[in-house]
């Protein structure tokens, strides 16, 4: 082993294109083929599936004379339908990234400071498995904690639960999708799940409010969107901004931040009162739905214009359009929904919005979605933990369906209910994801043990006391692709070339650190050949199968409830709850209310943030193809607050919010597009690692700015659209 500093730590993580490419050895062979050979001349197309997002599209890598040379849609799959998103094509620069970790790496001085030694996978795995059990012996498995995001997971949570652990957390809950998990759930009984359940291709009216579609890129969403707009789908957009979606919109309406659910409850006010919502669905599926209607008395439109912002006039035309074309009437429910700590309710309001329209379980609307059952390896039982999860201690939120991410570093903070002194980190940047930085660190500042699994030296393996460097997707098998979708179909992540250095896959790691734990019994099987084989045949297929096509097709079964698709809601009244009494139960509003959202500083503007076409999270920015196509992010500015602040288009600022927290510098755009009350910029960017060369001090961090949020009170959400910024021109 040897010791090396911050400079000799980038020539380790640093790689050529060229030797990236001359490392790389193809596996499989033309079209249809499959295993691993020797290089070979000419061009080998390989079916594998994306790792760019949570969308998983199948994809086609093109291998030619051993080197990855461009990636494609699948046509066989039903996901990309033979294409791919910007990301998805841009996947080989995550392979060719000269600044990706390229071997195990020991701290040697105290977190903050990048002082590492490189070391064997052996001796990096030792050094975890020794603390993990000594973290175990004092305190219990129970005070190892698991952050893990993606499909590739699912190995470490197997290893982490043998381990005797029951905190295991993924941010895409708490800091995501879990309000309108629990939104959904609480009125139909079943989320929305991932991919989406949305029937946009057959959607005659879509309502979007705060989606980025062509912004946020969801392939199949994006490319049936762009269909249903080609065909002349009646849209209506409601966003503070004019999105990329907004400027395809029949009605745009610009609402004030923070008060979706004034006009959400207005729509209902007006589609019941008017005699608009579907009768006979409500009468068949409804629980509840007198004591829903009288909840809506007093919000009319004209109540919600003055908290909106939106026109009673504009307010029921729109609430009459989608009344008009149901139950083909889909209000998209959404991915990123933590805004404002009412989320669940918002999304239980946009839930209740379709079931008035009929469109859950309708063409048009949200279908059931079909899947595969593959059955699970053989293992032994998980042990019983000692202790119950310390994320949500005595059920404080009631409606929480995952652990918390936030839970657990309160958990860690505070040493209660009981401490958590490990934190293993599975392919998120939790300094990233998470709000309120500063509490962040301060719980790896109390940790006995950080590991860090990553592609890149991202922030939080910079405060990592192990950062072991994974596979990129293009070079790993990984779980099986089996998510639920308008038709039934599995699909194989398989490996097209070779890593160019020392990276191990994360099943691999699991696998080994299991061994090195003492739970190896969890891992029964040899390889992961064998491992996917076995599930697969279990459900009638088999691995060369997937390594032939990417993509295997179930048979079809019905997704709307008028072709035969089972019409069931697991829910206390086994209907749809317009009225919950499972809510009121718990403390809590039966019916959304409407609460007006916090005001902030005078002259301050709300933080807004979301997403572009051609990056993930913080994960690609230093991706060199996606690089080209977005280097660096803007802050939108009305273009009338703007002229007011005396800034211009090109001019560098620095946000400041109201806790005093400064960002990086960051370019001006001052456009109409957005209202003068509020500020957007597009999240991932103003990465710190000095590591990260191409996109190290390159625009600024909204995670950096969102120190305060609320915790919504049903389920543990994190909102942070509750920050608020000054510009401060940058010399």
């Given at each position: 082993?040897?010791?090396?500093?911050?400079?000799?730590?980038?020539?380790?993580?640093?790689?050529?294109?060229?030797?990236?490419?001359?490392?790389?050895?193809?596996?499989?062979v033309?079209?249809?083929?499959?295993?691993?050979?020797?290089?070979?001349?000419?061009?080998?197309?390989?079916?594998?599936?994306?790792?760019?997002?949570?969308?998983?599209?199948?994809?086609?890598?093109?291998?030619?004379?051993?080197?990855?040379?461009?990636?494609?849609?699948?046509?066989?799959?039903?996901?990309?339908?033979?294409?791919?998103?910007?990301?998805?094509?841009?996947?080989?620069?995550a392979?060719?990234?000269?600044?990706?970790?390229?071997?195990?790496?020991?701290?040697?001085?105290?977190?903050?400071?990048?002082?590492?030694?490189?070391?064997?996978?052996d001796?990096?795995?030792?050094?975890?498995?020794?603390?993990?059990?000594?973290?175990?012996?004092?305190?219990?498995?129970?005070?190892?904690?698991?952050?893990?995001?993606?499909?590739?997971?699912?190995?470490?949570?197997?290893?982490?639960?043998?381990?005797?652990?029951?905190?295991?957390?993924?941010?895409?809950?708490?800091?995501?999708?879990g309000?309108?998990?629990?939104?959904?759930?609480?009125?139909?009984?079943?989320?929305?799940?991932?991919?989406?359940?949305?029937?946009?291709?057959?959607?005659?009216?879509?309502v979007?409010?705060?989606?980025?579609?062509g912004?946020?890129?969801?392939?199949?969403?994006?490319?049936e969107?762009?269909?249903?707009?080609?065909?002349?789908?009646?849209?209506?957009?409601?966003?503070?901004?004019f999105?990329?979606a907004?400027?395809?919109?029949?009605?745009?309406?610009?609402?004030?931040?923070?008060?979706?659910?004034?006009?959400?409850?207005?729509?209902?006010?007006?589609?019941?009162?008017?005699?608009?919502?579907?009768?006979?669905?409500?009468?068949?599926?409804?629980?509840?739905?007198?004591?829903?209607?009288?909840?809506?008395?007093?919000?009319?439109?004209?109540?919600?214009?003055?908290?909106?912002?939106?026109?009673?006039?504009?307010?029921?035309?729109?609430?009459?359009?989608?009344?008009?074309?149901?139950?083909?009437?889909?209000?998209?429910?959404?991915?990123?929904?933590?805004?404002?700590?009412?989320?669940?309710?918002?999304?239980?309001?946009?839930?209740?919005?379709?079931?008035?329209?009929?469109?859950?379980?309708?063409?048009?609307?949200?279908?059931?979605?079909?899947?595969?059952?593959?059955?699970?390896?053989?293992?032994?039982?998980?042990?019983?933990?000692?202790?119950?999860?310390?994320?949500?201690?005595?059920?404080?939120?009631?409606?929480?369906?995952?652990?918390?991410?936030?839970?657990?570093?309160?958990?860690?903070?505070?040493?209660?209910?009981?401490?958590?002194?490990?934190?293993?980190?599975?392919?998120?940047?939790?300094?990233?994801?998470?709000?309120?930085?500063?509490?962040?660190?301060?719980?790896?500042?109390?940790?006995?043990?950080?590991?860090?699994v990553?592609?890149?030296?991202?922030?939080?393996?910079?405060?990592a006391?192990?950062?072991?460097?994974?596979?990129?997707?293009?070079?790993?098998?990984?779980?099986?692709?089996?998510?639920?979708?308008?038709?039934?179909?599995?699909?194989?992540?398989?490996?097209?070339?070779?890593?160019?250095?020392?990276?191990?896959?994360?099943?691999?790691?699991?696998?080994?650190?299991?061994?090195?734990?003492?739970?190896?019994?969890?891992?029964?099987?040899?390889?992961?050949?064998?491992?996917?084989?076995?599930?697969?045949r279990?459900?009638?297929?088999?691995?060369?199968?997937?390594?032939?096509?990417?993509?295997?097709?179930?048979?079809?079964?019905?997704?709307?409830?008028?072709?035969?698709?089972?019409?069931?809601?697991?829910?206390?009244?086994?209907?749809?709850?317009?009225?919950?009494?499972?809510?009121?139960?718990?403390?809590?509003?039966?019916?959304?209310?409407?609460?007006?959202?916090?005001?902030?500083?005078?002259?301050?503007?709300?933080?807004?943030?979301?997403?572009?076409?051609?990056?993930?999270?913080?994960?690609?920015?230093?991706?060199?193809?996606?690089?080209?196509?977005?280097?660096?992010?803007?802050?939108?500015?009305?273009?009338?607050?703007?002229?007011?602040?005396?800034l211009?288009?090109?001019?560098?600022?620095?946000?400041?919010?109201?806790?005093?927290?400064?960002?990086?510098?960051?370019r001006?755009?001052?456009?109409?597009?957005?209202?003068?009350?509020?500020?957007?910029l597009?999240?991932?960017?103003?990465?710190?690692?000095?590591r990260?060369?191409?996109?190290?001090?390159?625009?600024?961090?909204?995670?950096?700015?969102?120190?305060?949020?609320?915790?919504?009170?049903?389920?543990?959400?994190?909102?942070?659209?509750?920050?608020?910024?000054?510009?401060?021109?940058?010399?």
């Amino acid at each position: 082993m040897r010791s090396f500093s911050r400079r000799q730590f980038l020539k380790i993580t640093a790689g050529t294109l060229a030797a990236a490419g001359l490392a790389s050895r193809s596996r499989g062979v033309l079209w249809g083929g499959g295993g691993p050979e020797k290089p070979r001349q000419g061009t080998q197309i390989i079916p594998t599936f994306c790792d760019l997002c949570f969308w998983k599209c199948g994809a086609l890598a093109y291998v030619r004379d051993g080197k990855l040379w461009k990636i494609e849609g699948n046509p066989r799959d039903p996901l990309s339908r033979g294409r791919l998103c910007p990301r998805g094509t841009g996947g080989v620069g995550a392979h060719t990234d000269p600044d990706r970790l390229r071997a195990p790496l020991v701290r040697v001085n105290r977190r903050g400071r990048d002082e590492w030694k490189e070391v064997s996978w052996d001796e990096a795995l030792d050094y975890i498995a020794l603390r993990m059990r000594r973290i175990a012996a004092e305190d219990g498995p129970e005070a190892m904690a698991l952050f893990a995001h993606g499909l590739g997971g699912g190995f470490f949570r197997h290893a982490f639960k043998a381990f005797g652990t029951p905190n295991i957390a993924e941010p895409a809950y708490a800091q995501c999708r879990g309000p309108r998990d629990a939104g959904y759930n609480l009125t139909f009984g079943d989320e929305v799940g991932s991919p989406e359940r949305t029937d946009i291709a057959n959607a005659e009216c879509l309502v979007l409010i705060g989606s980025h579609l062509g912004e946020n890129m969801h392939n199949t969403q994006v490319q049936e969107f762009a269909e249903a707009v080609g065909r002349g789908v009646s849209l209506i957009v409601v966003d503070p901004r004019f999105s990329i979606a907004a400027s395809k919109a029949r009605y745009y309406l610009p609402i004030k931040p923070g008060t979706d659910v004034a006009l959400l409850l207005a729509w209902m006010h007006v589609i019941v009162k008017e005699g608009l919502y579907d009768r006979e669905y409500v009468t068949k599926f409804g629980h509840g739905f007198d004591q829903f209607v009288a909840s809506l008395e007093g919000y009319t439109p004209e109540w919600a214009y003055p908290e909106t912002g939106i026109e009673p006039g504009m307010i029921r035309e729109t609430a009459r359009e989608m009344a008009h074309h149901r139950p083909a009437t889909l209000v998209h429910p959404g991915r990123h929904v933590t805004w404002y700590g009412n989320d669940a309710q918002r999304s239980r309001a946009n839930a209740l919005l379709n079931a008035l329209l009929g469109s859950w379980g309708r063409r048009g609307g949200l279908y059931v979605p079909a899947g595969v059952d593959v059955p699970h390896y053989p293992s032994p039982a998980y042990p019983k933990p000692a202790r119950p999860p310390a994320d949500n201690p005595d059920g404080k939120y009631p409606f929480a369906s995952e652990p918390l991410t936030t839970g657990i570093r309160d958990a860690t903070l505070e040493g209660k209910p009981y401490p958590i002194k490990g934190w293993f980190v599975y392919a998120t940047n939790l300094l990233y994801s998470l709000p309120d930085q500063a509490a962040t660190i301060r719980a790896l500042e109390k940790l006995d043990l950080v590991v860090v699994v990553d592609v890149i030296p991202s922030e939080i393996a910079g405060w990592a006391d192990v950062v072991l460097p994974e596979n990129v997707y293009l070079e790993r098998y990984d779980e099986i692709g089996a998510s639920p979708f308008r038709e039934p179909f599995l699909t194989l992540r398989q490996p097209v070339v070779d890593a160019p250095n020392d990276q191990k896959p994360g099943w691999w790691i699991a696998h080994k650190l299991a061994e090195k734990l003492g739970v190896g019994a969890y891992f029964p099987w040899r390889d992961i050949e064998e491992y996917l084989d076995y599930r697969l045949r279990a459900a009638g297929h088999s691995l060369e199968e997937l390594k032939r096509d990417g993509v295997v097709r179930g048979s079809p079964k019905p997704i709307y409830f008028e072709d035969g698709a089972p019409s069931e809601f697991d829910t206390p009244s086994g209907k749809i709850e317009f009225f919950s009494e499972q809510l009121q139960r718990a403390g809590l509003d039966p019916v959304p209310r409407y609460a007006p959202p916090e005001a902030g500083p005078p002259g301050a503007f709300r933080v807004l943030f979301g997403r572009a076409p051609v990056h993930s999270f913080s994960r690609t920015e230093n991706n060199p193809i996606l690089a080209d196509l977005m280097d660096e992010n803007e802050v939108w500015v009305n273009a009338a607050a703007a002229r007011r602040l005396g800034l211009k288009s090109g001019d560098y600022v620095r946000l400041r919010n109201q806790d005093g927290v400064a960002s990086e510098r960051i370019r001006v755009k001052a456009t109409e597009r957005i209202r003068p009350d509020c500020v957007y910029l597009v999240h991932g960017f103003g990465h710190t690692s000095h590591r990260l060369r191409r996109t190290f001090g390159r625009g600024a961090s909204d995670a950096q700015i969102l120190s305060r949020y609320r915790t919504d009170p049903l389920m543990g959400g994190t909102g942070s659209n509750v920050n608020f910024v000054t510009l401060e021109l940058e010399a």
